[in-house]
């Protein structure tokens, strides 16, 4: 049973940071790509940053510059690091991979969800 859990979500004041992680557990052979979406009350949930197992990164505009996504493929693990947080980054942030496991199938897997507050 593969499956991402996240972490380091919570609450902080404008301008501050947050380090959240999604870590894949299970038997796997490695991460081939990791998408870190959010959701805000009400709204769509968008993909915000993505990152392949070489390192290639993609941000939305809105983060661009504020957020880093990175892979540390040695513990399946992606980090989104966010810095001078905004009040409209609140919102509940979740991990998306497609993993490669020992056996089997590809599989596409969410995380259960962050909650990542930011306070004006």
Not at 42 to 59: P, V
Not at 63 to 73: A, E, L
Not at 107 to 120: A, D, E, F, R
Request: net charge neutral.
């Amino acid at each position: 049973q593969v499956e991402l859990v996240e972490s380091g979500g919570g609450l902080v004041q404008a301008g501050g940071s947050l380090r959240l992680s999604c870590a894949a557990s299970g038997s796997i052979l490695s991460i081939d790509r990791m998408d870190w979406y959010r959701q805000a009350p009400g709204k769509q949930r968008d993909l915000i940053a993505t990152i392949n197992n070489g390192g290639s990164t993609n941000y939305a505009d809105s983060v661009k510059g504020r957020f880093t996504i990175s892979i540390d493929n040695a513990n399946h693990t992606v980090h989104l690091q966010m810095n001078s947080l905004k009040p409209e980054d609140t919102a509940v942030y979740y991990c998306n991979g497609r993993i490669i496991p020992v056996f089997g199938a590809v599989q596409n897997i969410w995380g259960q969800g962050t909650q990542v507050t930011v306070s004006s």
